[in-house]
């Protein structure tokens, strides 16, 4: 079993920037790919970005290219997503998610944080 717990979500103005967390424990082998989504009011969880194990290769929706960097550190079993260049349609809850899905697909893992909102003004 894995627990997934993020941390940095907030208020920020447009143009700002944030940095989100994930930390992971218990069978933390078991993801293969970690990665970020986030889900609008009344919609559903959509894709951001995915990592691989290594950290050497990474995977974005098109609408975030540019402005959101997936970085990971396994030592500290953590993904993070750097948001830059924030916009008030960002607006959302982010989760953490890990398993073992493909790369360079928008599949989700069978792991899930309990979500963090990021609001962004304008």
């Known amino acids: 079993q894995v627990h997934l717990a993020e941390s940095g979500g907030g208020l920020v103005q447009a143009g700002g920037s944030l940095r989100l967390s994930c930390v992971a424990s218990?069978?933390?082998?078991?993801?293969?790919?970690m990665g970020w989504f986030r889900q609008f009011p009344g919609k559903e969880r959509e894709f951001i970005a995915s990592?691989?194990?290594?950290?050497?290769?990474?995977y974005y929706q098109d609408s975030v290219k540019g402005r959101f960097i997936i970085s990971r550190d396994n030592a500290e079993n953590s993904v993070y997503l750097q948001m830059n260049s924030l916009k008030p349609d960002d607006t959302a809850v982010y989760f953490c998610?890990?398993?073992?899905?493909?790369?360079?697909?928008?599949?989700?893992?069978?792991?899930w944080g309990q979500g963090t909102q990021v609001t962004v003004s304008s």
């Open positions: 990592i691989n194990r290594s950290g050497g290769r990474t």
């Open positions: 998610n890990g398993g073992s899905p493909a790369l360079y697909t928008k599949t989700p893992g069978d792991y």
């Open positions: 218990g069978d933390t082998d078991s993801l293969i790919i």
